[in-house]
């Protein structure tokens, strides 16, 4: 089975820094995703991470350390629109659909 | 382009009927997906279609469930007889290529269904 862990809710200030971590426990693994979602709304890939080390696209960097099963997902320069919640996800095993994290819920405050 | 497609976009019954859900993939898309998401939680897979075969559909609970997506393009998810834990947002993603762990899933709007 697979099971990934993730703090249930994070708080910022805007223009900050904010890490959300995750860990995991799989039977295979592949990779670690991160998907966002605003209330209401559809989740939204961020990143994934095949390999160690830190991904890079934009305000939001992704790292995973495979021999830690330990990832996080770092959102710089917080904006007020980037209050959401962020979902890791494993994809592992024989086919490609995600488990995902209950979901981390980001507050931004001014 | 075009998003996944899903409708009804919301859907109220009571329980021990019956209800459909359609999904309508990103055009070119060979893999689609139909997820759980119960309120509070991450999407849980049900099913995983790849063209019109299914890939995993190991976590569908297949007495009340089913799911088929004739011809490779839209799917349709049933639910009969519903039950009140059934309550949740239904979410059909799709990705393009055929088994690679690398493929990004674009995720539909979800049908939230209510069960009263």
């Known amino acids: 089975g697979q099971s990934l862990e993730q703090p249930s809710e994070v708080t910022a200030v805007e223009g900050a820094i904010v890490q959300i971590n995750c860990t995991y426990q799989t039977s295979g693994f592949y990779g670690l995703s991160w998907y966002q979602q605003h209330d209401g709304g559809a989740p939204t890939f961020l990143s994934y991470n095949a390999l160690d080390g830190l991904e890079e696209t934009g305000r939001f960097s992704s790292f995973l350390s495979r021999s830690d099963s330990y990832g996080y997902l770092l959102l710089q320069e917080l904006q007020m629109k980037d209050s959401a919640s962020y979902f890791c996800a494993v994809s592992g095993g024989g086919a490609d659909g995600l488990t995902f994290g209950k979901g981390t819920h980001l507050i931004i405050q001014p | 382009e075009a998003g996944v497609a899903q409708s009804p976009r919301y859907k109220i019954i009571e329980k021990r009927q019956s209800v459909a859900f359609w999904c309508n993939p990103i055009s070119g898309h060979a893999t689609l997906y139909w997820y759980q998401q119960i309120l509070g939680q991450g999407p849980k897979l049900l099913i995983q279609?790849?063209?019109?075969?299914?890939?995993?559909d190991s976590q569908l609970p297949k007495d009340r469930f089913s799911a088929e997506r004739l011809k490779g393009v839209d799917s349709t998810l049933k639910i009969q007889p519903a039950k009140l834990e059934d309550s949740a947002v239904y979410l059909c993603?799709?990705?393009?290529?055929?088994?690679?762990?690398?493929?990004?899933?674009?995720f539909g709007p979800g049908t939230r269904l209510t069960v009263l």
């Open positions: 279609f790849q063209n019109n075969g299914v890939v995993d």
């Open positions: 993603a799709s990705s393009l290529g055929v088994g690679s762990s690398t493929d990004t899933q674009y």
